[in-house]
């Protein structure tokens, strides 16, 4: 089993940041994969990042060259950095693990409860 906590949501100005931290416990934290995808009501949740324990990086379209998803390893921590953001980023964010690298929500195991990210115009 693999705990996951995300924090660091809130309501900001559009063109502002905020950083997400997704604490890990459980298993290892270097065997999986660690995502970031989003769910804006009446939409179904979308990818946004991913990062495999050796720091390989992976963003959705919409969010390349704004958003920064990182890992500490030794602190079993994931963040996302979201620069530059616009309304349409407004959504409830989720960390997830997997031992694959994917871009389907499927393919993630372990959830946290998510963080509302809400960005006003």
């Known amino acids: 089993q693999v705990q996951l906590v995300e924090s660091g949501g809130g309501l900001v100005q559009a063109g502002g940041s905020l950083r997400l931290s997704c604490a890990a416990s459980?298993?290892?934290?270097?065997?999986?994969?660690m995502g970031w995808f989003r769910q804006a009501p009446g939409k179904e949740r979308e990818f946004v990042a991913r990062?495999?324990?050796?720091?390989?990086?992976y963003y959705a379209d919409s969010v390349k060259g704004r958003f920064t998803i990182s890992r500490d390893n030794a602190k079993n921590t994931v963040y996302l950095r979201m620069n530059s953001l616009k309304p349409e980023d407004t959504a409830v964010y989720y960390c997830?693990?997997?031992?694959?690298?994917?871009?389907?929500?499927?393919?993630?195991?372990?959830w946290g409860q998510g963080t509302q990210v809400s960005v006003s115009s």
């Open positions: 459980g298993r290892p934290f270097s065997n999986y994969y």
């Open positions: 990062i495999s324990w050796s720091t390989n990086t």
């Open positions: 997830a693990a997997s031992v694959v690298a994917a871009m389907n929500a499927g393919s993630y195991g372990y």
